[in-house]
Every structure is written in C-alpha cells, then in structure tokens.
C-alpha cells in the first residue's frame, strides 16, 4: 500500500509529527493527560482514581504549539509494538503492563470539563465501588442538529454544565458501570438505592445478580433514576463479561457500544486493553465489507452500524431510522480521534486525499477524506484469521456451508489454524480457507458477513430487551418504549 501513504504522511509532518507512531500528538490529537489535565488510572474500591497510574511524557511540542506543564515536562509517548493484538493479556491488573505508556488513548473523548465533572459527580452518589464507567448516548454526544421532540426540559434539577451541553432540552444520560463482584455490587447499591429498582430488588441482590449475569447480555438496567438533579440510565455488568464481549464479541452488545465514541470517567488496563481489541476489530470487520476506495464517513457509518444489524428495535418503529448517519455526521471529529491511530497500525488501508495535507484537517468535520484499501486476498485473508475468536468461528461456518465443506475435512482445518497458546511467537496468519474467505465476490462476502453479525446480536439484544421489562418495571418500560415510538416518528417525518 506503498501508493497511499504520501498523502498521510504529508499530513503527518505538518499537523501531527506522531501519528505514524498510532498516537497522534500536537494540535489536533493531544493526549488528554496534557489538554484535559486527565488523572489516568484505576479506580480503587470506593471509585477514587489513583495518581501513580499517571503517564510519564517529557518535552511534547508540536509544529505550531509549545506545551508545558505545570506538575511536569512532559515528552512524545512511546508507540506500541505493531503485533499488540496478536496475543493480548487479559488478565492485566495494572496500566503499566499494556503495551505501551500511551495505550489506548484514543478511546478517550474530549468535553467540555465542566460537563466532565459533572458526569464524575453522578458516579460518587454511588458507594458501590465502580471500577470502570462511560458515559454514551445523544445526552452525551449530540446526534442532531435539533430535535422537536426534546423541547421540554427533562432533568428535575441539572447542573449548569450539563443544561449548557444539552442546550437546555432534556436528553437523558446513559451510563454503563463496569463491577469486579456482581451481587456484591447490587448488595451495597440495594442498601443505598432501593429505589432504582423495580420490584424484583425486593428479592435480594443474589436473584438480581442471577438476572443480570444469566439473561441476556449480561447487563442490568435502571432507567429513568434523578441522581444530583440529573435524569440517567445505568447498566451494570460484570467486567468479566464485559471484556469477553469485547475480545470475542460473543454478543456484541456492549462491544457495539463502545465501537463508537463514549466518554470514559473511570478507566481500567484490561478493559482499555480489550476495547482496544475491540476496535481494531471493528475496523478490520468494516474493510471486508467496504470496495477498494471509500470515505471516512462511509468507513464510519459502516462501523457504527455494526450494532445495529440484528437490533430489533431497527426494524421496529422504535428508533430513529437515520440513528447512524446522525451519530456519523454529528460526532466525525471523534471518530477519527478514535480509528485513525488504529488505521495507521494496518498495513493496508490509508487515507488516500490530498484534503489530508491541510493544517487542522482531522479537526474539520466538513472534510470527508478518501482512503484506499489493499484488496490482496492474502492481506485480507490475514485480517479474517485475526477477528475475534467467537464471531470469526460464526463466519467460519457460515462459509462452510456456502463452499460445501465435508465436516470432517472443516474440523481437521479448523484444528490446524487453532493457535490460540497464548506462548505463541508467530502471528497469526489467514490459510488457503480465509484467503477464499476473503476472495469472495464483494456483495457476497458483504452478505455473509452481515448475516453472521446479525446472527451475533439478534438473539442477545432482543432478550435484553425482555429482560429490561422485567428490571426496569412496567411503568418505566413503557415510558421508554414511548420516547423511542417517538424518536422514530420525527425521524421519519423529518427525513
């Protein structure tokens, strides 16, 4: 993909000297330990974020900027080795032991700091210890210009920050809880919060904990809760499930998630490690269902889309049918903070426009720049071999079927590219099946692939959404499925 990378590296030199390195610095992808004087690290059991988890930079200058800090000099961070995901280690404890002192600082958004802090503040109502958090959804991250059917103010009692960011029209905010002890969790949180629950708390935290774990995807809902005169909606899961989602998408419930932009409040290095996974996977994912050539808003509407395959509720009048073009075109800015590192570590798609070369570019969200991809079926092959082990077994079988396979001959292959020993220096490499794969006519493969990610969803999401009858009590179900019946109709009416 030699041909590609002048016009990349143009903008590289110009805008941001790092980028070729995955961890773009400089005016436009500034680490936020710099920009948002961002404390990195875990969380301890009462959700405190600690200080020794902070990353160490010296001397970090851009084309056009000079920063310094006020605790520290700080410096270029290092890049992560190339084959990070070939043999990840999810079973870290620290953040020193990702790949790299950088790792995964692309997953994190920049907002409004008074936003910011008011997000953070909803979490400490909580004593049950959170080890990880996001915040996501349009009360976050705007999906539309305006809406008519937010005119009315929705929080009892917000803050200032979060009524300015939300423009004064009542968005609930979602958050996601990552736990390390699911009943203990609800245990401490029953106590404290009784309320948030619909009658089934009255059965204790082990039947809720068993609710939780063992329908659906694994996460528990509360919607509709006033914490700091804030209206939210909170899931809980258990940061087991929640890593194995990310690394095998084995639901890809909460994996889809966090493919697209969320506000990070607490962190964790296993599952910044797994999303990172994640992404990288989403990506590879949307490349085998892209042509040769495309853009980034396609590149991103492909990938934000992912989720949304086997959602019923997309083929029900309970969203709005342009969901993913308006988090597209309303969010492109973050999407590029969040995937063009991630494109400079493949070695066969880049940007492919001279729109690149411009100062500021990745900055602008009315630019819609070009990249180009390596359509070799070996490359492509590779990049099959190297999606996560329970969606890329899905798709194994589904191509089994297509091309006729005796099972016999299916299992002695699958066996001989079963090199999943974690001692293993060699990568993992695509054989003749997933070079056949990936040879495959474009609208074939396109239609195979999107069966086996509808296949991955359907089942989970819709018995999520049963579930959520059940946790979140009728009144409050059909409060909710009334605001999306509605986020659907002026979606269609505006369209």
Known sequence: MRRFAAPLQLYVSRVTPSISHGYPLGKVWLPLSIVESHRWGSTSSGGSEQESNRPNFSNVSSPSTSIKSSKKTLSRPESPPLDWDEN????????????????????????????????????????????????????????????????????????????????????????????????????????????????????????????????????????????????IKYGVVNLDTLCRDLSEWD??????????????????????????????SALRTALLLLPPSFTEQELY???????????????????????????????????????????????????????CSLPEWAEDPSTNAVLAQDMDPIKRGNMVRRLPKSFREKLYFQYQSKFQIPQLEFNKMLENSNDEDPTRVKRKQGGEFEQRVAADDHKSLNKEVKVVIRKTIAWPSASQSIKGLVTAGVSRSWRYAKEKIEKNRVGRKNK
Request: proline share 8%; hydrophobic share 35%; net charge positive.
């Open 88 to 231: 990840p280690d999810l079973n870290i404890s620290a953040f020193s032991q990702l790949p790299s002192s950088n790792f995964g600082y692309n997953q994190h958004m920049i907002i409004n700091d008074e936003f910011k802090e008011a997000l953070r503040q909803i979490l400490w109502k909580f004593r049950a210890p959170i080890r990880y958090a996001f915040a996501y959804g349009s009360g976050v991250f705007p999906q539309s210009g305006s809406s008519n059917s937010d005119t009315s103010p929705l929080h009892p009692n917000p803050s200032p920050a979060i009524s300015k960011v939300q423009k004064g029209k009542g968005k609930m905010i979602d958050f996601i809880f990552g736990v390390s002890y699911t009943q203990h969790w609800h245990s401490l949180n029953l106590q404290e919060h009784r309320d948030h629950y619909s009658a089934i708390g009255s059965l204790g935290s082990s039947f809720v904990s068993r609710v939780q774990d063992q329908w659906g995807a694994g996460v528990y809902f509360n919607p509709y809760i006033t914490v700091n005169g804030t209206l």
């Open 251 to 280: 639901t890809l419930y909460l994996a889809g998630r966090l493919q697209k932009p969320v506000k990070i409040l607490r962190d964790d290095p296993r599952v910044r490690l797994a999303n990172q996974v994640n992404l990288i």
């Open 301 to 355: 509407g492909t990938i934000a889309g992912i989720s949304y395959l086997g959602d019923p509720r997309m083929s029900l009048p309970a969203e709005n049918p342009d969901k993913v073009l308006n988090i597209v075109k309303y969010q492109l800015p973050n999407f590029r903070r969040l995937y063009s590192p991630l494109i400079e570590n493949l070695p066969n798609v880049a940007y492919n426009d001279p729109a």
